[in-house]
């Protein structure tokens, strides 16, 4: 695997992130690539931000009127997918994480929140690389395999099923 860049960026004040937290998004980022066999240099984007400014953007870009734990907006489709002249690196897209709901669904999960951070980044770079879920079924189900492979690779396996409540 080429270079892997993940920028992280810090726009909340709600919450103080845990020591260990952006290298545990660093590892979960490269363990889905790696997962997917993604040969080339990549760039990726992930920022943190509270309830309230992630319920704007989900009502911004997808018409909903609620807060949700993460955002993806990939950059690329069918895997082609804008670069970087810079760097050469291929711009997979950003992640948007709400921190205080990771912290919620944590706790009403009963996992720790580097898990459910974990999760996240993981759902969100499937997302990236054009997975989707939406429409439930043998799709939904594959995806949440690739989650769970990766939070094992990572040793955050999961300690209970996963109810999706959607």
């Known amino acids: 695997m080429e270079k892997i860049r993940v920028i992280i960026s810090n726009r909340q004040k709600a919450v103080k992130i845990p020591t260990g937290i952006r290298m545990l998004i660093r590892r979960c980022c490269h363990a889905v690539?790696?997962?997917e066999g993604?040969?080339?240099?990549?760039e990726i984007s992930v920022s943190f931000?509270?309830?309230?400014?992630?319920?704007?953007?989900?009502?911004?870009?997808?018409?909903?009127d609620a807060e949700t734990d993460v955002l993806s907006f990939p950059?690329?489709?069918?895997?082609?997918?804008?670069?970087?002249h810079e760097t050469g690196a291929k711009i997979?897209?950003?992640i948007v994480l709400s921190v205080p709901k990771a912290m919620e669904q944590a706790?009403?999960?009963g996992h720790s929140l580097e898990r459910e951070i974990g999760y996240l980044t993981a759902h969100s770079m499937l997302?990236?690389?054009?997975?989707?879920?939406?429409?439930?079924g043998l799709?939904?189900?594959?995806?949440?395999?690739?989650?769970?492979?990766?939070?094992?690779?990572?040793?955050?396996?999961?300690?209970?099923s996963y109810y999706d409540a959607q």
């Open 49 to 64: 931000v509270d309830n309230e400014q992630i319920r704007e953007m989900n009502k911004q870009y997808r018409d909903k």
């Open 107 to 109: 706790k009403l999960y």
């Open 127 to 136: 997302h990236l690389l054009g997975y989707d879920h939406e429409a439930g």
């Open 33 to 35: 690539l790696q997962l």
């Open 139 to 160: 799709a939904q189900v594959r995806m949440r395999e690739k989650e769970e492979t990766v939070m094992s690779q990572l040793g955050l396996p999961s300690s209970v």
């Open 75 to 84: 950059m690329g489709e069918n895997g082609n997918y804008d670069v970087n």
């Open 38 to 42: 993604f040969r080339d240099s990549a």
């Open 92 to 94: 997979l897209g950003d």
